[in-house]
């Protein structure tokens, strides 16, 4: 998932050089003149020199979107002030979903660290009884195994866990609406659907686009076609609709990972939990009445 404060940077950085292009400004002047306030910025605030695209942000995904969006408004001869516009709408409404989704996720995240430090938690406690459970499990063979058992079961928990986490915050598709946005540009300029399609085609290559975006893509064309109206808005309408739709995915997918994370603790934490919190004081109990099982 992008940093959020990647995209928003972006998105402060596109709005300014919409502005100074509106004032008149052209625009390889403007993206120079931002790419250098940017730049400057980086460098006062002590955090080193950073590398700046055309419009004076980190490297990030939001540079090739910027650059695409760019291209295509280039060879379409659509207005460029919209399209920038736009783009850093988008780009705003991307932050603020991975913002979300990141808030929602730190619960689950630190519920998943206490979990796995439960058979540690095991081991302290039944010392805390009196019971030489260290010694048990480091001097006796099925103390050996239990901490075997339980390592193996941890490890696996572990990695349970962390890919429950990894698909919670998946960024599944890169822009959502990005494909929406770019047909608006490239219609905002007057061509044909057909034009529009092969200026896309050429900017982009053959990227994969999300299934959603290019079956939302039809879905207005078509509507638009019916209508007998201009489909340039029916497409940026579309890709807000996009992108709140992803935001609420992932918020739902953050929601759900708070279930999840109890099939590790079922299956495997408690598991060891009990091989290296509750064996070793059983254990070392027996063993304290009958010598013989020392």
Excluded: N, Q
């Excluded at 048990?136 to 349970?160: F, Q």
């Excluded at 092969?198 to 990227?207: E, K, S």
């Excluded at 064309?221 to 609420?248: E, I, K, M, T, Y």
């Amino acid at each position: 998932m992008t940093p959020p404060d990647d995209a928003l940077a972006v998105a402060r950085a596109v709005d300014r050089v919409a502005v100074l292009v509106a004032a008149g400004v052209p625009p390889p002047r403007a993206l120079t003149l931002v790419a250098e306030l940017g730049a400057g910025a980086g460098a006062g605030a002590g955090s080193g020199p950073r590398r700046s695209s055309s419009v004076g942000r980190p490297p990030s995904p939001g540079e090739s979107e910027v650059d695409g969006v760019l291209a295509v408004a280039a060879r379409t001869g659509s207005p460029v002030v919209p399209a920038l516009r736009a783009l850093a709408g988008a780009l705003r409404d991307r932050a603020a979903a991975e913002r979300a989704v990141r808030t929602a996720l730190a619960g689950p995240r630190a519920s998943a660290r206490v979990v796995l430090a439960l058979p540690a938690f095991g081991v302290l406690l039944g010392s805390a009884w009196g019971v030489d459970t260290v010694g048990v499990l480091t001097r006796t063979p099925l103390g050996w195994s239990c901490v075997v058992v339980a390592a193996l079961l941890v490890a696996v928990a572990v990695r349970w866990s962390r890919h429950l986490l990894a698909a919670a915050a998946a960024d599944t598709g890169g822009a959502p609406g990005l494909l929406l946005e770019v047909w608006a540009v490239a219609l905002s300029g007057g061509g044909a659907w057909s034009d529009a399609d092969r200026t896309v085609a050429a900017v982009y290559g053959d990227r994969d686009w999300p299934e959603v975006d290019r079956r939302r893509l039809a879905e207005t064309l078509a509507l638009a076609d019916h209508a007998g109206v201009p489909a340039a808005g029916l497409l940026r309408a579309a890709a807000v609709d996009r992108r709140a739709d992803a935001a609420a995915e992932g918020l739902v997918r953050a929601e759900r990972l708070g279930v999840r994370l109890v099939l590790p603790l079922g299956v495997c934490v408690l598991p060891a939990f009990v091989c290296v919190g509750v064996v070793p004081v059983v254990l070392g109990i027996l063993s304290s009445t009958s010598p013989g099982l020392r």
